[in-house]
């Protein structure tokens, strides 16, 4: 590999242990992967590639023993790369995914996977008929949080779900390529895609553009789903506080999620309406009293969720299992917010999902 900055040739008298892994973009969230797989006992940080040197440098400090370069082809050449993490641009997506699975490398994709739908999908059949592994870094999904709500709502502590709120707010950062439904939504339609076992069947949006250029910096999504669950979504760049948090209401029990919360993330309440229509009553009137229950915070695992990622992406690699983030959850991710897209762009028209 063409190396930059100086950077040390590996040393090969002895076998390389782990998979070798090599990071695409060292920007805001790559050194963040690059700091993880470099701590995982089964994988090793290989090589990092990015456009600016600038940033190379800082690799270099802190991960002497990394092969830095500035050429990806160059970098899917070596074969030490067995698995590729790509934190790069949105619009840059498929085409370094698909140039990494043609050179057989395995593939850990920042969320949203692509920008169009015909790109994840192509994606999708490529590393199947490669047989590689193909995963959406969709990161929520493996905080304790959230696989502890996975779990209540599986178990069906919730009951039936009547209504999931979820506000995702903060001032900024402002993205270059894609709107705050890109950006900001994904990571909610990611967590309520593998919460919820029903698929929705309608989805609407409104967005506003505030500033030059008219990429939406404030919005609201809407899922509708066949059996009376309703989804709301309220993304912004504009707030001038950090909210992130989630309101999950069902017949038994609701939950309130947040993920600023420093130490009771999730919050689990015996709370509801009930309410009964005696038949002996002429007038059918409805009575409606409310359940005032307990609240209790179930323990959750604290381990960091991209820490739980990397090593459930390296476990994949290994072991050939598909991953809970994979190419199709990161597919049916990007198919909701082409068709909330698409609902920004007929006034908020509802648009039915395929099944």
């Known amino acids: 590999m063409t190396t930059v900055l100086g950077s040390p040739e590996r040393v090969t008298s002895e076998p390389a242990q782990g998979v070798g892994v090599a990071v695409v973009g060292a920007g805001y969230w790559g050194p963040n992967l690059i700091r993880n797989f470099a701590q995982l006992g089964d994988a090793r940080v290989v090589a990092v590639c990015d456009q600016q040197p600038q940033r190379l440098q800082t690799i270099a400090r802190r991960y002497p023993s990394v092969a830095l370069t500035t050429d990806f082809s160059d970098m899917l050449a070596d074969p030490a790369v067995e698995a590729v993490a790509i934190a790069t641009p949105v619009s840059s997506h498929a085409t370094l995914a698909r140039q990494a699975l043609l050179a057989g490398k395995h593939v850990l994709i920042e969320k949203p996977m692509t920008a169009s739908v015909a790109d994840a999908e192509m994606l999708v059949d490529l590393a199947c008929q490669r047989r590689l592994t193909l995963m959406v870094d969709h990161t929520?999904?493996?905080?304790?949080?959230?696989?502890?709500?996975?779990?209540?709502?599986?178990?069906?502590?919730?009951?039936?779900?009547?209504?999931?709120?979820?506000?995702?707010?903060?001032?900024?950062?402002?993205?270059q390529d894609v709107s705050v439904v890109w950006d900001l939504a994904a990571h909610d339609l990611s967590i309520i895609d593998y919460i919820v076992p029903a698929k929705a069947q309608r989805i609407s949006a409104l967005a506003a553009a505030h500033f030059p250029g008219g990429v939406a910096d404030v919005a609201y999504l809407t899922l509708q789903f066949d059996n009376n669950l309703i989804a709301h979504f309220h993304v912004n760049w504009l707030s001038p506080v950090k909210v992130r948090q989630v309101l999950i209401g069902g017949n038994r029990r609701m939950v309130l999620y947040d993920d600023i919360e420093p130490t009771e993330k999730v919050k689990v309440y015996d709370r509801g309406v009930l309410w009964t229509n005696d038949p002996s009553d002429l007038r059918r009137t409805v009575n409606v009293a409310y359940r005032l229950g307990d609240m209790y915070a179930p323990r959750l695992d604290q381990t960091e969720a991209l820490e739980v990622e990397c090593a459930h992406f390296i476990d994949c690699v290994r072991s050939g299992s598909t991953p809970q983030s994979d190419g199709e959850a990161g597919l049916r991710v990007v198919r909701l917010l082409a068709a909330a897209e698409q609902s920004l762009r007929d006034d908020g028209r509802p648009q039915v999902l395929s099944r």
């Open 140 to 175: 929520f999904i493996y905080t304790g949080a959230v696989q502890r709500i996975k779990q209540l709502v599986a178990t069906e502590e919730l009951g039936d779900l009547y209504y999931y709120d979820s506000v995702r707010v903060s001032l900024g950062a402002f993205q």
